[in-house]
């Protein structure tokens, strides 16, 4: 009854930059926080940004001062903004979603497929 779709992942050189978007659609009520994760071939998956309603952001150390998040309550969108990639950030990409259904009337976290990041010459 819920989705997340994301999208703008690709391939890009290392120092350019992508733009990721994430759209919940479905019977949701209201959603709390947003978030994106990535999982590299090997490692577990790792919280990379989150993002209140409110539009208070927390990042991993990796990350800072290069991503940027935000979002758009009205369209239930998040977006994660990243500048100066590099090919650690080579990961897939889940955005995350902790959000109320009209079914279920309590707070479940919900995930999209992932979308592919490639950083590399």
């Known amino acids: 009854q819920v989705q997340l779709v994301e999208s703008g992942g690709g391939l890009v050189q290392p120092g350019g930059s992508l733009r990721l978007s994430c759209t919940a659609s479905?019977?949701?009520?209201?959603?709390?926080?947003m978030g994106w994760y990535r999982q590299a071939p090997g490692k577990q998956r790792e919280a990379v940004a989150t993002?209140?309603?409110?539009?208070?952001?927390s990042y991993a150390d990796s990350v800072k001062g290069r991503f940027t998040i935000s979002r758009d309550n009205a369209k239930n969108t998040a977006y994660l903004v990243m500048n100066s990639l590099k090919p650690e950030d080579t990961a897939v990409y889940y955005c995350?979603?902790?959000?109320?259904?009209?079914?279920?009337?309590?707070?479940?976290?919900?995930w999209g497929q992932g979308t592919q990041v490639t950083v590399s010459s």
């Open positions: 479905g019977i949701i009520f209201s959603i709390n926080r």
């Open positions: 993002i209140t309603s409110g539009g208070s952001a």
């Open positions: 995350n979603a902790d959000l109320i259904t009209t079914m279920t009337w309590i707070f479940e976290e919900y």
